[in-house]
């Protein structure tokens, strides 16, 4: 009475050998857009960030990521000591660093 008779579909046997990868390819596409314009971004900035971080040495001047604002007074593996103010000297781990403000230059040799 509330049920209506169900009519069996035809097979869909002959269907073409590239519809299951048509049906992908949109995926695929959006992976490929977000890889592009997101997930190689991110890694180029995480690669320029160890790369800023390893190079950093004595005499260069910081920001933390904190906000705190000195000049590198040692550095040793994972920790630099940076002096906040005459006296005054912190330690932060390396990977807090945020930003070099000025890098020491080394000294040109004079002969």
Do not use: C
């Amino acid at each position: 009475m509330f049920v209506t008779p169900a009519y069996a579909q035809a097979a869909a046997g002959g269907a073409a050998p590239g519809a299951a990868l048509m049906q992908f390819i949109p995926l695929i596409l959006i992976f490929a857009i977000m890889y592009f314009l997101m997930i190689r971004p991110q890694q180029k900035r995480v690669k320029q960030h160890r790369d800023m971080v390893a190079a950093l040495k004595k005499g260069d001047h910081i920001i933390t990521q904190g906000g705190i604002i000195g000049k590198v007074v040692s550095a040793r593996d994972d920790e630099l000591e940076v002096e906040i103010a005459t006296g005054v000297k912190v330690r932060v781990v390396r990977a807090t660093v945020s930003q070099v403000v000025s890098r020491t230059e080394p000294v040109a040799a004079n002969g």
